[in-house]
């Protein structure tokens, strides 16, 4: 059973910083794609970075220059660095990964599926 664990939100005030990690666990072959989305109330999900298997990044305008996506294949984590925080950036963030297991390869799936970690509040104030 592959899971993806995040960690690292809280309430922060305006202008500092927070960093989620999520870390994934399971029968794991490969891990293809990672990325953040982040859900605001009443809001739809929206996605926040990206960052590949090779570490080419993208992210939403609104965060760019502000948070940084990192990953490390070793470890089967993936990281958001948010600094200069706004109360705009209020949401559950999830992570986000396309995953290939050992069920899959012998079923012949090789692309795999896409999983979500449980989501973790990230409160700026004011």
């Known amino acids: 059973q592959v899971q993806l664990v995040e960690s690292g939100g809280g309430l922060q005030q305006a202008g500092e910083s927070l960093r989620l990690s999520c870390v994934a666990s399971?029968?794991?072959?490969?891990?293809?794609?990672m990325g953040w989305y982040r859900q605001a109330p009443g809001k739809q999900r929206e996605l926040v970075a990206t960052i590949s298997s090779r570490g080419s990044t993208d992210y939403v305008d609104d965060v760019k220059g502000r948070f940084t996506i990192s990953r490390d294949n070793a470890k089967k984590t993936v990281d958001l660095q948010m600094n200069s925080l706004r109360p705009e950036d209020t949401a559950v963030y999830y992570c986000n990964a396309r995953i290939t297991t050992a069920q899959d390869l012998r079923v012949g799936r090789s692309s795999g599926s896409v999983y979500w970690g449980q989501g973790t509040q990230v409160t700026v104030s004011s």
């Open positions: 399971g029968m794991i072959s490969s891990i293809g794609m």
